[in-house]
Each structure stands twice: as C-alpha cells, then as structure tokens.
C-alpha cells in the first residue's frame, strides 16, 4: 500500500504567517486529496485533485504536487484555521491517508 | 444539501456483532460508490469498506477482511456496514462517506466500543 507520510506532526503559527504542510507518498500518486477537522468533528474535504479548493474553502488556502510531494499552503493564517490536517491518496489501492497535522495558533 | 446521518453504534463485547447504518439524502445516491471510514480515539483516519453503485462491488483493507460486510439499499438510500468477531481495536468513531476519487460529504460518525 501507498504510505503517506506528513509533516510536521504539529505546527504553531500566529495570525498572518504562512504555513505548509508536506505530504510524501511512497510511491508516485496521481492526485492529494486534503481533509481538515476540527477537535470533535467530523473530516471535511477541503482540497481535492491536488489543487481543486472545496466548497467554501477561503483561497487562502492552496494546493500543489506531483509524484511523491504535495503541500497544502495556507497563505495567511486566521484563528478559524486551526485544525487538524490530514492528506488522502486513491490512485492505487488501498486508499490511504497520512497520519494528520495538527495546526495550532499562537 | 447532502446529509449522511450514522446510527446503530454503541458498546459490545470482544466476539459479538455490530451492524451499522448510515441514511442519506440531499443526492442521487444510486449514482455514488460509498465508503466507511474510522478513526481510533486520539488517532488518524482510516479506511475501512467500500462499496460500488450496485453493490455488486466490495473492497476491504486486510485490517477487517473477511469480518466486516459493507451493503447497501438503494430504494432506501441506506448503506450498512456488518461487523463481526469484533476486537478492541475496531474501537473507534465509524464515519460514513460519499466516495468520489475523494471522500467528499462525510456523516457526524457514530461511536463503537468493543470491551468486556
């Protein structure tokens, strides 16, 4: 199966700073697909197709990749952002995710 | 507005069976493959069954092959999932979703706890 490994475990970033989250696959993947939940509720879709922002996702929030090395970017980071971040693959079975990155603010 | 609404978790010993449901509305949902998905207390996510439009297609991770059934009932937009022979770690939150290449409206999830 295709391991996605994210990073950082957890981040800290104030109000206005800029964030990227890595994910790497073992093996090359087509598309990232990105989830945010947030402490007691359930995943959203929040990027799709490695760049495609979901139903109102602010574009803050971008996407990009290709192969084994995708990113979320968060342009400017707002109180409302903060989350838990997990990345998603489906081009080869079995989907799998990547272990999540929490996004604290300051 | 897409809803999927989970039902039918709760507490149950090591070695019993659970079934889940998951009732949606708001889309076609003859026209969609759909998927269950967990999550661990304090864990990551974690794919569980999939399911194609028919039902005549079904796909599981090793974690729970050949315990856990995945159905569905189109004239009832319902999906189910069949757990069997549970273990303390199919403990988790049990979330259905609407699967599109990407998992793309989740339920709230319900909650399974296996112990004595």
């Known amino acids: 199966e295709t391991v996605l490994t994210q990073s950082p475990t957890t981040t800290a970033a104030s109000p206005g700073e800029k964030v990227t989250i890595t994910c790497r696959a073992s093996?090359?993947?087509?598309?990232m697909h990105w989830y945010q939940q947030k402490s007691g509720a359930s995943p959203k879709l929040w990027i799709y197709?490695?760049?495609k922002l979901a139903s109102g996702v602010p574009n803050r929030f971008s996407g990009s990749g290709s192969g084994t090395s995708y990113s979320l970017i968060i342009s400017s980071i707002e109180t409302e952002d903060a989350a838990t971040y997990y990345c998603?693959?489906?081009?080869?079975?079995?989907?799998?995710f990547g272990a999540g990155t929490k996004l604290e603010l300051k | 507005e897409v809803q999927l609404v989970e039902s039918g978790g709760g507490l149950v010993q090591p070695g019993r069976s659970l079934k889940l449901s998951c009732a949606a509305s708001?889309?076609?949902?003859?026209?969609?493959?759909m998927a269950w998905v967990r999550q661990a207390p304090k864990k990551g996510l974690e794919w569980v069954a999939t399911?194609?439009?028919?039902?005549?297609?079904?796909y599981y991770p090793d974690s729970v092959k050949g315990r856990f059934t995945i159905s569905r009932d189109n004239a009832k937009s319902s999906l189910y999932l069949q757990m069997n022979s549970l273990k303390s770690e199919d403990t988790a939150t049990y979330y259905c979703?609407?699967?599109?290449?990407?998992?793309?409206?989740w339920g709230q999830g319900v909650m399974v706890t296996v112990s004595s």
């Open positions: 998603q693959q489906k081009s080869s079975d079995p989907p799998t």
């Open positions: 093996s090359s993947v087509s598309y």
């Open positions: 708001g889309f076609t949902f003859s026209n969609y493959y």
């Open positions: 979703a609407r699967l599109r290449g990407c998992f793309d409206y």
């Open positions: 399911i194609s439009t028919s039902g005549s297609r079904t």
């Open positions: 197709d490695t760049s």
